[in-house]
């Protein structure tokens, strides 16, 4: 099970950080990620980080904005985002996969809207 938290409304150049509860496995052996959808469009992909923590990847558009970690210890990964922007406004989803140390997402979280005022 996925659990996020941390969504809310926040004015432009503000900073949220989500936090992603997993349970009902090992967490360490699995991918976390984040994607989005914003009102009226697809799923976008956010960011993944490893099994250990080590390796991120971003998509372009959040970039040197928004960082991924996670605590192993706690089964929590996070997503601060800083310096957001309204086209950043969405629900976010935080997911894992079903294969350990795979980067295929087949999980998903219900989701946290976040909104950001210009």
């Known amino acids: 099970q996925l659990a996020e938290s941390g969504g809310g409304l926040v004015q432009a150049g503000g900073s949220l950080r989500l936090s992603c509860v997993a349970s009902?496995?090992?967490?360490?052996?699995?991918?976390m990620g984040w994607f989005r959808q914003a009102p009226g469009k697809g799923r976008e992909f956010v960011g993944t980080?490893?099994?250990?923590?080590?390796?991120?990847n971003y998509a372009d558009s959040v970039k040197g904005r928004f960082t991924i970690s996670r605590d192993n210890t706690l089964e929590t990964v996070y997503l601060q985002m800083n310096n957001l922007k309204p086209e950043d406004t969405a629900v976010y989803y935080c997911?894992?996969?079903?294969?350990?140390?795979?980067?295929?997402?087949?999980?998903w979280g219900k989701g946290t809207l976040v909104t950001v005022a210009s």
């Open positions: 980080i490893s099994w250990s923590g080590d390796k991120t």
């Open positions: 009902g496995r090992t967490f360490d052996m699995y991918v």
């Open positions: 997911v894992t996969g079903s294969t350990p140390y795979d980067y295929a997402m087949d999980y």
